[in-house]
């Protein structure tokens, strides 16, 4: 855009004749041209900004009148005790680097139980400078090749001098289901259903929400492909179990932030699955803002009314929420 701007600003100054009307035109198309470009890259299929196939799970709304899974109301009942959907913003936010064509690539080594064929032998996988794991246990770090519409997603990542390590992780595809690998527990993508920081600039999520639970059942469903919990309780959540928020729930009338509003909005519309055990009852995943600097949540997140790191967003009547079958 800079160069674009100098070049404006040359016409300007060259008096070479052109009417003032002339440049405004000139300045018009180029912005429009510009604009085209930023809206087709954000709205291509299987991008980074629109990840995974139309018919993935993530992508797909609830239907009206769907069933509910008979044992909803204690499973919600468990998970709700404390009013909240607490927002991993920070400590367990998920840092997702787009990695151009002149990123550093690097033999990445698991360093994790034997548990196979490490997901990222054999692959020249591309890290951009200067990319960090979140600072919570997880460690958790996403780098997105869009070339090759490659998602490189890494559980407990370290760097060590130029070299990187994993605990574990997966290797999956922008184009795919967004269910393949072992970066999270239930076999989701770690970039599934994470809410990025554009859609709360936006005030619009499009897609599922990738959820946690502390109650998470060692069953799972469809379409997780595996489950990491340890509950045996008769209210425990199974992972992949697609938690919806009631749609009579009238949200413009409870006065919630934008950013309350657009999660709650997506709950509805979407719905989340649960992908993975978490420390809280219940969280949902959010990108890590690159200006974040913790305890500061970053600008996107304060503006969209998030105070804190783990918000509970207590305003949505979360107990409302029940378990679809």
């Not at 701007?5 to 429009?32: E, K, Q, W, Y």
């Not at 913003?89 to 998920?94: M, Q, S």
């Amino acid at each position: 855009m800079r160069a674009t701007d100098n070049a404006i600003h040359r016409m300007l100054d060259s008096r070479s004749g052109r009417s003032v009307a002339a440049v405004v035109v000139i300045v018009t198309v180029v912005a429009a041209v510009l604009t085209g470009r930023a809206a087709c890259s954000k709205t291509v299929e299987g991008g980074l900004a629109n990840p995974f196939a139309s018919d993935s799970p993530w992508r797909r709304t609830i239907p009206q009148q769907p069933t509910v899974d008979p044992k909803s109301a204690a499973m919600i009942e468990y998970v709700q005790s404390t009013r909240g959907l607490f927002a991993n913003i920070v400590e367990f936010g998920i840092p997702i680097y787009s990695a151009g064509p002149d990123a550093p690539t690097f033999d990445v080594k698991c360093t994790g139980p034997e548990w196979g064929v490490c997901p990222f032998a054999g692959w020249p996988v591309p890290i951009p400078y200067g990319a960090k794991p979140n600072s919570g246990s997880d460690g958790v770090l996403v780098t997105v090749d869009e070339t090759s519409s490659t998602i490189f997603e890494f559980w407990q990542a370290v760097k060590t001098g130029n070299e990187w390590s994993a605990q574990w992780g997966a290797v999956n595809s922008l184009r795919g289901s967004g269910w393949g690998g072992s970066a999270t527990g239930s076999g989701a993508s770690r970039l599934g259903g994470v809410i990025r920081v554009a859609e709360i600039r936006a005030g619009v999520i499009p897609h599922a929400l990738a959820l946690q639970t502390s109650n998470a059942c060692t069953t799972f469903r469809p379409p997780a492909l595996k489950s990491d919990g340890k509950s045996t309780r008769a209210d425990c959540l199974p992972e992949g179990a697609h938690l919806q928020l009631d749609p009579a729930v009238d949200l413009s009338a409870l006065g919630l932030s934008r950013g309350e509003l657009a999660v709650a909005t997506a709950m509805q519309r979407y719905g989340g699955y649960i992908v993975d055990v978490g420390g809280a009852p219940l969280s949902v995943s959010f990108e890590l803002e690159a200006s974040a600097a913790p305890p500061a949540l970053g600008k996107t997140y304060q503006a969209a009314g998030f105070r804190w790191d783990y918000d509970p967003m207590e305003r949505v009547p979360w107990e409302k929420l029940r378990v679809l079958s």
